[in-house]
């Protein structure tokens, strides 16, 4: 009997996959809603695709990722570190014999609730939120949960969401905290509904979440410090350890991080982590991140000025809303400014199927989505009287 093309690709996936932590696509706890199975993609393969088609994921190009809204093509934006960590976590993942693509799947969705502004604008719209509802809080992961289950576009369908398979949507949301872990194991048990989830911390579900997790700052750490250099300009010199154990430049950095976390799994295959020298060494990489650019004056006043932009754009979007009543959200007038009208036209396309979630919320939604670019588009929109005449 001829086997089918999913048939071959589930035969080529038992094959490869050796490691006796490696999650198989057959034995996916399954999607949010049932789906017809894809007739040659195995689950897994399928979810990276549906983000790298996303609206979403594109655009990531035009978010910050540490030097702010950059103008330069060779300044990695958040785009360039999902991929950059996407290609790491499924390298790493090769070599020991994990699930590569649901590595690749849950690094490409990762940063997906990333808002405009990198972290800065992180940190301020939760500040915004809380003072809005101290009952919320705003963690760029767990809002990429909920970009993949409720506001990523799917153009070839008419539904919000990528309905993407719980291990991907486990892995997204559970992929911070890795700056102060030396060694990660995936919880025993799958816990609470991913959704219901209010803080971060919580350990990936697989093995290959645990990968993604640790992965990020291999992705992002050196490449900061590269990316400074060239924007910020002359920096101190990096730990004489750091160079010594890690190497002096991205490139170096990236294949002793990958090297030792590998090897260190194939020690102790319960878990991921790194060797005390490499770890030791990372953690003083990162603190002088944090001291020389994170905390760069450069970066600080810039990010000053971000927190003043969206803020008035928080206030403007809540005083649109609040002013007339909420049946009529999503519907523009002739009297609307254009900034009120994109909103509405947000509310219109975003919420038509599921209802419009609270006030808060949707303003929550609409800057979270926002590029760069565009916010500060649309704050001069607000901010700046148009010409009489």
């Given at each position: 009997?001829?086997?089918?093309?999913?048939?071959?690709?589930?035969?080529?996936?038992?094959?490869?996959?050796?490691?006796?932590?490696?999650?198989?696509s057959?034995?996916?706890?399954?999607?949010?809603?049932?789906?017809?199975?894809?007739?040659?993609?195995?689950?897994?393969?399928?979810?990276?695709?549906?983000?790298?088609?996303?609206?979403?994921?594109?655009?990531?190009?035009?978010?910050?990722?540490?030097?702010?809204?950059?103008?330069?093509?060779?300044?990695?934006?958040?785009?360039?570190?999902?991929?950059?960590?996407?290609?790491?976590?499924q390298?790493?993942?090769?070599?020991?014999?994990?699930?590569?693509?649901?590595?690749?799947?849950?690094?490409?969705?990762?940063?997906?609730?990333?808002?405009?502004?990198?972290?800065?604008?992180?940190?301020?719209?939760?500040?915004?939120?809380?003072?809005?509802?101290?009952?919320?809080?705003?963690?760029?992961?767990?809002?990429?949960?909920?970009?993949?289950?409720r506001?990523?576009?799917?153009?070839?369908?008419?539904?919000?969401?990528?309905?993407?398979?719980?291990?991907?949507?486990?892995?997204?949301?559970?992929?911070?905290?890795?700056?102060?872990?030396?060694?990660?194991?995936?919880?025993?048990?799958?816990?609470?509904?991913?959704?219901?989830?209010?803080?971060?911390?919580?350990?990936?579900?697989?093995?290959?979440?645990?990968?993604?997790?640790?992965?990020?700052?291999?992705?992002?750490?050196?490449?900061?410090?590269?990316?400074?250099?060239?924007?910020?300009?002359?920096?101190?010199?990096?730990?004489?350890?750091?160079?010594?154990?890690?190497?002096?430049?991205?490139?170096?950095?990236?294949?002793?991080?990958?090297?030792?976390?590998?090897?260190?799994?194939?020690?102790?295959?319960?878990?991921?982590?790194?060797?005390?020298?490499?770890?030791?060494?990372?953690?003083?990489?990162?603190?002088?991140?944090?001291?020389?650019?994170?905390?760069?004056?450069q970066?600080?006043?810039?990010?000053?000025?971000?927190?003043?932009?969206?803020?008035?754009?928080?206030?403007?979007?809540?005083?649109?809303?609040?002013?007339?009543?909420?049946?009529?959200?999503?519907?523009?007038?002739?009297?609307?400014?254009?900034?009120?009208?994109?909103?509405?036209?947000?509310?219109?396309?975003?919420?038509a199927?599921?209802?419009?979630?609270?006030?808060?919320?949707?303003?929550?939604?609409?800057?979270s989505?926002?590029?760069?670019?565009?916010?500060?588009?649309l704050?001069?929109?607000?901010?700046?009287?148009h010409?009489?005449?």
């Open positions: 009997m001829t086997m089918t093309l999913r048939e071959l690709a589930q035969e080529r996936e038992d094959k490869t996959l050796d490691h006796p932590f490696a999650t198989r057959a034995n996916s706890r399954g999607r949010l809603r049932d789906e017809p199975q894809d007739p040659i993609r195995l689950c897994f393969q399928r979810d990276a695709h549906r983000i790298l088609h996303c609206t979403a994921f594109r655009r990531l190009r035009y978010k910050t990722q540490v030097i702010f809204a950059p103008e330069s093509d060779h300044v990695a934006t958040r785009l360039d570190h999902s991929l950059y960590m996407a290609s790491i976590a390298t790493i993942a090769r070599a020991l014999g994990l699930n590569e693509d649901l590595a690749y799947a849950i690094a490409l969705g990762h940063d997906l609730g990333h808002g405009p502004f990198g972290h800065a604008g992180e940190h301020l719209l939760n500040k915004l939120w809380k003072n809005a509802d101290p009952r919320r809080s705003f963690q760029h992961e767990l809002h990429s949960l909920r970009v993949v289950d506001l990523a576009v799917r153009p070839s369908t008419r539904e919000r969401g990528l309905n993407l398979t719980y291990e991907v949507r486990d892995g997204i949301v559970s992929h911070c905290g890795e700056r102060t872990e030396r060694f990660l194991a995936p919880r025993p048990r799958p816990g609470p509904r991913l959704e219901t989830l209010t803080a971060r911390g919580q350990a990936p579900l697989t093995m290959e979440g645990c990968v993604v997790r640790m992965a990020d700052r291999i992705a992002y750490i050196g490449r900061d410090y590269e990316d400074a250099c060239a924007v910020l300009g002359r920096l101190p010199p990096l730990p004489r350890v750091v160079t010594r154990v890690l190497g002096g430049d991205n490139r170096a950095i990236i294949n002793t991080l990958v090297t030792d976390m590998i090897r260190t799994n194939l020690e102790t295959p319960g878990r991921m982590g790194f060797s005390e020298d490499v770890f030791d060494a990372l953690h003083q990489l990162y603190d002088y991140n944090s001291r020389q650019i994170y905390s760069h004056p970066l600080v006043e810039y990010a000053a000025r971000t927190e003043k932009m969206l803020t008035i754009i928080f206030e403007f979007a809540q005083r649109t809303l609040a002013s007339r009543p909420q049946r009529q959200w999503g519907r523009a007038l002739v009297s609307d400014s254009h900034a009120a009208r994109e909103l509405h036209e947000f509310i219109g396309k975003m919420y199927q599921d209802g419009q979630p609270a006030l808060s919320q949707i303003v929550v939604d609409y800057i989505l926002m590029t760069d670019r565009y916010a500060r588009s704050f001069e929109e607000i901010f700046l009287p010409p009489i005449g």
